[in-house]
């Protein structure tokens, strides 16, 4: 025995919805998978278009900025080069020896960077000012001096720095 409770017109109803409720799903789908499609050539497409023209032009603008870049360095350690090279150089010290005063005698001359430190004797207290006014009158950059404790020795030590940069000279 078969009970059925639902009314025949409800189920008559049902049917009459089941069929175009089918048909826009599968519409629905379809529209979906067509766009899918649609989408994936557009992007193959664009892949297509990079690949050919994009890519290259972009592998020229590298290579050119790694020139620039590799230039750029060359220009900075040359730059740098400029300023920390020493500054004890053969015409430096034909500068300082044609300079010496009389009654200058020269123990050390050493070299730092943008400096050049002198060490010596002086057999006035004068004698290596007047040497640091004549440095600074050929334009060699700042020249101080340093005095020293007389000791024991001969003469009055002294110690005359010479660097690059321009300015008035202190005495200590």
């Not at 067509?34 to 290579?63: H, M, N, R, S, W």
């Not at 015409?91 to 009654?103: E, H, I, R, T, Y």
């Not at 003469?155 to 005359?160: A, V």
């Amino acid at each position: 025995m078969k009970c059925n409770l639902v009314p025949a017109s409800y189920r008559q109803d049902h049917r009459r919805w089941q069929r175009p409720a089918c048909l826009a799903l599968l519409l629905i789908m379809t529209a979906c998978v067509g766009a899918g499609l649609f989408f994936q050539y557009q992007i193959q497409g664009e892949k297509a278009y990079y690949t050919d023209c994009l890519y290259p032009v972009q592998q020229q603008i590298q290579q050119r900025n790694d020139n620039l870049r590799h230039g750029q360095a060359l220009v900075d350690r040359a730059g740098k080069g400029q300023h920390d090279r020493p500054l004890l150089t053969p015409s430096l010290m034909v500068a300082l020896a044609a300079s010496k005063p009389d009654g200058l005698v020269v123990e050390t001359v050493s070299s730092r960077v943008g400096r050049v430190v002198v060490q010596g004797r002086a057999a006035s207290p004068d004698t290596p000012q007047q040497w640091q006014r004549t440095l600074q009158q050929q334009g060699l950059g700042q020249a101080a001096v340093a005095k020293m404790q007389p000791d024991r020795g001969e003469g009055i030590p002294f110690s005359l720095e010479v660097s690059r940069h321009e300015g008035v000279a202190k005495q200590d």
